[in-house]
């Protein structure tokens, strides 16, 4: 078990070049370049537990890949392989929804699985939609709980009306509706993140997208991706609250996502009090560019309800600036929050009272009063972003953090970088 100390930090001015690349992009990088029949070209893919575990299943389904530390080379295989081992997902909700979409159409017997918190993670979100169509899937509890069995077979067309707003749900579907026998469509509650799309688009499928996503099945490989992976506004998001809540800081983190499904949350800093630039350099698949955040004196609480799937991922690095806001932030209709890496309701509320700041917890969300934080031990629950919050929490009381390691799924140089801006030490 390891863990960390940070120590409270004075003013800073951070210009960060190197945050980790994007972990939604970099999985679908991985996956899409089987769709291909020539090889693709990636530079800057997220090279973090995560998505190696995915580089690696597309490795045992029979590409090849060749990487000289920046660009990568994926080269499909003429036929996909049948693996002859399981495919381990390790943390990773996104490899495990999107394969089961992916693999459900093609030919052989394939079994997913991951860590223990993976494993605990639901999946009839993505099985039930997939054997209606006529998917061979099967796991415990139904086919809810991984490890899941799945036997490649022919799927049906589908129109689907999806009850939450998940991109994971989203991307299976649309990847069994690209092997499908007819045009498929797709519904959801709101937009979720539409890399997806996007990407699949640039590839050259036939996916039109206004209030319902229609997609024609694939009449032959794709176009291969030719593709620099932006940095991750999410793990960015770390060091956007930690410039608005440290007096007189400012951080800039470059050539991010500036995609409106993953900014949200510098809406609600900035909403907050923060001063927040967003400068967009290029458009290739999705507007790239660089978000500048700067202190602008103490925050004010906020009400988070809406387009919750558009930050839902930065709600715990958020949840510290609410804890010293002015006021009494509430953040509601986030009931996917618990079924995160870990229940990421409880672990932010708990670790915030360690802190000494008043909450409430409910079912879909909290309540934070704002105060000031004290210095604390905190369990990370096993979830990076749990860790990487309240190592931020940290910058003005100081703080442990117990189990750090989880840190390595998606930002594996976020002790480098958190470094650059206030003393920090681990050990065992
Ligand atoms: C992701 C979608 C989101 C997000 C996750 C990554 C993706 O999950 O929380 O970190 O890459 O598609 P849901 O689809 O469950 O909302």
């Known amino acids: 078990m390891r863990w960390l100390e940070v120590k409270r930090t004075d003013a800073f001015d951070f210009l960060c070049e190197n945050i980790a690349s994007d972990k939604s992009i970099s999985h679908r990088c991985a996956m899409f370049s089987l769709l291909s029949d020539k090889p693709s070209r990636i530079r800057n893919y997220l090279r973090a537990e995560d998505t190696l575990n995915t580089l690696q299943i597309v490795k045992q389904l029979g590409a090849d890949v060749e990487d000289d530390?920046?660009?990568?080379?994926?080269?499909?295989?003429?036929?996909?392989?049948?693996?002859?081992?399981?495919?381990?997902?390790?943390?990773?909700?996104?490899?495990?929804?999107?394969?089961?979409?992916?693999?459900?159409?093609?030919?052989?017997?394939?079994?997913l699985t991951g860590d223990q918190y993976l494993r605990r993670r639901p999946m009839k979100r993505v099985t039930t939609p997939l054997t209606q169509i006529g998917a061979k899937i099967d796991g415990r509890e139904h086919g809810n709980l991984a490890p899941l069995c799945i036997r490649g077979d022919e799927l049906k067309s589908f129109n689907y009306e999806s009850a939450i707003a998940s991109a994971q749900v989203k991307s299976a579907m649309i990847l069994a509706a690209l092997r499908a026998d007819d045009v498929s469509t797709y519904r959801e509650p709101e937009l979720s993140r539409d890399h997806t799309e996007r990407m699949l688009r640039g590839m050259g499928a036939n996916i039109e997208s206004w209030d319902v996503i229609t997609i024609e099945p694939m009449r032959g490989p794709l176009e291969p991706l030719d593709i620099t992976v932006p940095a991750d506004p999410s793990s960015g998001f770390f060091f956007a609250v930690a410039a608005a809540i440290v007096p007189g800081s400012r951080v800039t983190i470059k050539n991010v996502t500036l995609n409106p499904t993953r900014i949200e949350a510098y809406k609600i800093l900035e909403k907050m009090g923060a001063k927040v630039k967003l400068d967009e350099k290029e458009n290739r698949y999705e507007p790239i560019g660089d978000i500048t955040v700067s202190y602008h004196g103490r925050l004010k609480a906020v009400e988070v309800g809406e387009r919750i799937s558009w930050l839902i991922d930065e709600l715990p690095a958020l949840s510290i600036a609410m804890a010293v806001a002015d006021g009494e932030s509430v953040v509601k209709n986030a009931k996917e929050l618990r079924v995160k890496e870990s229940d990421r309701i409880s672990c932010v509320v708990d670790?915030?009272?360690?802190?000494?700041?008043?909450?409430?917890?409910?079912?879909?969300?909290?309540?934070?009063?704002?105060?000031?934080?004290?210095?604390?031990?905190?369990?990370?629950?096993?979830?990076?972003?749990?860790?990487?919050?309240?190592?931020?929490?940290?910058?003005?009381?100081?703080?442990?953090?117990?189990?750090?390691?989880?840190?390595?799924?998606?930002?594996?140089?976020?002790?480098?970088?958190?470094?650059?801006?206030?003393?920090?030490?681990?050990?065992?």
């Open 69 to 111: 530390g920046y660009t990568m080379t994926i080269t499909p295989p003429s036929e996909m392989q049948e693996p002859d081992d399981i495919l381990d997902c390790g943390n990773s909700g996104t490899a495990m929804r999107l394969f089961c979409g992916f693999l459900s159409s093609l030919p052989g017997h394939y079994v």
């Open 351 to 428: 670790g915030l009272k360690q802190c000494g700041i008043v909450c409430e917890e409910f079912e879909d969300g909290y309540r934070i009063e704002g105060g000031e934080l004290r210095s604390a031990e905190i369990d990370s629950c096993g979830d990076h972003r749990i860790a990487m919050s309240f190592a931020i929490a940290g910058l003005l009381s100081g703080i442990q953090v117990k189990d750090i390691e989880c840190i390595e799924t998606s930002f594996p140089n976020f002790l480098e970088l958190l470094g650059e801006i206030t003393e920090i030490r681990t050990w065992k």
